[in-house]
């Protein structure tokens, strides 16, 4: 009976493998920068309407080709604003706040926004080291797993001289 159940066990968890994957891939975001390829793991259950507003631009090549606009050593780089002013945005609405108890470590991506709590859109940002005086203030929607040493390369400055661009941003299920 117990080699039954063991079996039967291993049969269900390859089972749902798949879906586990593809649900994986669906929440991941690619961020293809000039020195290589960044993974962001997305937080759906912390953030959903941010992350369902990441991944609705990232699908319509809203991200492609935007700089980084704001980069600031020890901080973080913030990206975008299709204007590359900082003032800039989607045509969608702005996102209500989504504060979250995620902390704003090295790697945590985060919803920019003006001094309303309710006015993140498009403009986000990816924290080089500990930014956890953020906490409770900006909403966090993901982590950079893969490629932080590609984060740590975008030329610094507020705005940079020559800024670095995003080349392509894709979820990661719809990646070619």
């Known amino acids: ?56 631009l990232a699908k319509q090549g809203f991200y492609d080709g935007i700089v980084f606009h704001r980069v600031i050593e020890d901080f973080m780089a913030q ?26 470590g090295r790697g945590a991506v985060g919803m920019a926004r003006s001094g309303d709590p309710d006015s993140g859109n498009s403009q986000f940002f990816i924290c080089f080291d500990d ?13 950079v797993t893969e490629g932080m040493e590609f984060v740590d390369k975008i030329t610094r400055g507020e705005p940079p001289a020559n800024p670095d661009k995003i080349v392509k941003m894709q979820v990661a299920a719809d990646a070619k």
């Open 79 to 104: 990206t975008g604003d299709p204007t590359g002013t900082g003032m800039g945005g989607s045509e969608l609405p702005d996102l209500p706040a989504e504060f979250n108890d995620e902390n704003f």
């Open 1 to 56: 009976m117990k080699l039954f159940l063991s079996l039967l066990l291993g049969v269900l968890l390859m089972a749902t493998t798949p879906a586990k994957a593809a649900d994986d891939l669906d929440n991941t975001i690619y961020l293809d920068l000039k020195d290589g390829r960044v993974v962001i793991k997305l937080l759906p259950e912390k953030a959903p309407k941010h992350v369902e507003r990441i991944k609705t």
């Open 131 to 143: 930014c956890s005086f953020l906490n409770g203030q900006y909403t966090v929607w993901g982590t």
